[in-house]
């Protein structure tokens, strides 16, 4: 399977290429398609270091969605209508959003689309064929690049499609120690993408590091 992450030079997206590079087709997306390369290198050589195997490969955001099946958009919320609307037609594909809507004021603040969740913006905006789920959205990009400890948290994942959920839920279980969690359909996103700035806040008042979340 072949997945592209557009925005993957990110803080989140180079984390992920790490991780899920020794078990999938990795497509690295970037605006700008030598930043894309040079961080699938970067990856593939981190990787290589520990005698792990990887496929991971660079380009621009719309190769990466022309060439993979499942697609992550790892780009700040700010940006992800631009982002978006400079890709090519998503087709049947999976479209998988790890966006949270908030902001940083005295405190973070869940600050939600008038639809209620970006995962119910980019449903109005995505060709109604793309297949829609909502995962990765409570852990923090320095877990994801710590690739010599395991991701042991619980992964939510809410989506319409069930097939396209439970492909991105294996593709969840197969990515270290995470769990994913049925989180029901899209219409209940906003719970999802409300969780991370409660998990900022829980660090920040409580002086903890990349707090995540396990259900037990
Ligand atoms: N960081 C986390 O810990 C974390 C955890 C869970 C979920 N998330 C979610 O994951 C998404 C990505 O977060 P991130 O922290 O990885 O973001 P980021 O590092 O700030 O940005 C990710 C990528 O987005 C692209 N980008 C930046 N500005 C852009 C612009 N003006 N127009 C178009 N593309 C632009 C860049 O790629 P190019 O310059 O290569 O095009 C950049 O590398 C966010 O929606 C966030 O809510 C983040």
Redesign the pocket.
């Known amino acids: 399977m072949k997945i592209g992450i557009i925005?993957?030079?990110?803080?989140?997206?180079e984390g992920m290429a790490l991780r899920l590079s020794p078990l999938f087709e990795v497509i690295v997306g970037?605006?700008?398609s030598e930043?894309?390369i040079e961080t699938s290198v970067c990856c593939s050589d981190t990787l290589h270091s520990r005698n792990v195997k990887c496929s991971c490969s660079g380009t621009t955001?719309a190769d990466a969605v022309l060439n993979a099946d499942v697609i992550i958009l790892?780009?700040?919320?700010k940006?992800?209508t631009?982002?978006v609307r400079s890709l090519p037609d998503f087709g049947d594909k999976i479209v998988v959003s790890?966006?949270?809507p908030?902001e940083k004021r005295d405190h973070f603040v869940f600050v939600p689309p008038d639809e209620g969740s970006v995962a119910l913006y980019l449903k109005r905006i995505l060709p109604p064929e793309a297949r829609l789920v909502v995962a990765?959205?409570?852990?923090?990009?320095?877990r994801w690049k710590a690739i010599d400890e395991e991701l042991r948290y619980s992964v939510p994942v809410c989506g319409d499609d069930l097939e396209a959920k439970s492909i991105v839920s294996d593709i969840v279980n197969s990515t270290s120690a995470l769990k994913a969690y049925d989180a029901g359909p899209l219409a209940a996103s906003c719970m999802v993408e409300s969780l991370?700035p409660l998990l900022l806040n829980i660090a920040r008042y409580n002086k903890m590091r990349d707090v995540g979340l396990r259900f037990v």
């Open positions: 925005g993957g030079t990110g803080d989140i997206g970037s605006r700008n930043k894309a955001n790892a780009v700040p919320w940006n992800l631009e982002t790890p966006v949270n908030m990765f959205n409570t852990i923090a990009a320095n991370t």
